[in-house]
């Protein structure tokens, strides 16, 4: 797994990070078209780096100042280290991921994640309030409010007019898809009476279908 941030926290690890950076970098500095010149400042504030480091090490013992100054060339140091990195690394069409990784940057992952299949199931809530009209209200079974599942597109909504519930997916009827927390189903004023049965599913981005959820209904007034 690659670190999010390339420079290690603690102070021994980002030691040998460094000097490993410094030695690959300065091995790789005319592949990648950067003058000399350009090295100077890291290595000067490489140099007072170290220096620091081993007085804050000392067999000794060292004392609060030794740490203070430690901690204020790192600071310095891992300043310098980035800007050299944003300057003349990151985006500098000689240095390949591969150098990259060589040199212990972090490398982005472009590739974007795959939606998960849904495994949850819409929720409907029917408001038949008004005349030859269903107001669709969407959420999920596993969340509360509005929110669709994380990687989910749109819900998909089927229905079958019938007295009696659906028993296999053939009877059902395609409405329409939503992405949104609401959907509107209108009908004929000659089907005033009649019971509509509703299901529905998630899909993901990739046109992937979530399991069905449960039947609801209501009739048209």
Request: glycine share 6%; charged share 30%.
């Amino acid at each position: 797994m690659v670190r999010q941030d390339y420079i290690p926290r603690s102070h021994g690890d980002f030691y040998v990070w460094q000097g490993d950076f410094h030695t690959r970098l300065s091995e790789k500095l005319s592949s990648f078209n950067i003058d000399e010149e350009k090295l100077k400042t890291l290595t000067e504030t490489k140099s007072k780096y170290e220096q620091a480091f081993q007085q804050a090490s000392s067999a000794g013992g060292a004392n609060r100042a030794d740490r203070l100054e430690r901690d204020k060339c790192e600071a310095e140091y891992k300043s310098v280290i980035r800007g050299f990195v944003n300057g003349y690394l990151r985006f500098n069409s000689n240095v390949s991921d591969s150098d990259r990784r060589y040199l212990g940057l972090t490398v982005a992952d472009n590739k974007p994640t795959p939606a998960a299949v849904p495994s949850t199931h819409p929720v409907l809530r029917i408001d038949f309030s008004e005349s030859r009209q269903h107001t669709l209200h969407i959420t999920d079974e596993a969340k509360t409010g509005k929110a669709k599942p994380a990687g989910v597109k749109e819900c998909e909504i089927w229905y079958a007019i019938a007295d009696e519930e659906p028993v296999n997916d053939s009877e059902l009827r395609y409405a329409g898809s939503s992405s949104k927390a609401n959907f509107l189903v209108t009908f004929d004023l000659s089907q005033r009476g009649k019971k509509v049965y509703y299901n529905a599913r998630w899909v993901n981005t990739r046109g992937e279908r979530g399991p069905w959820g449960e039947f609801e209904n209501a009739i048209i007034t």
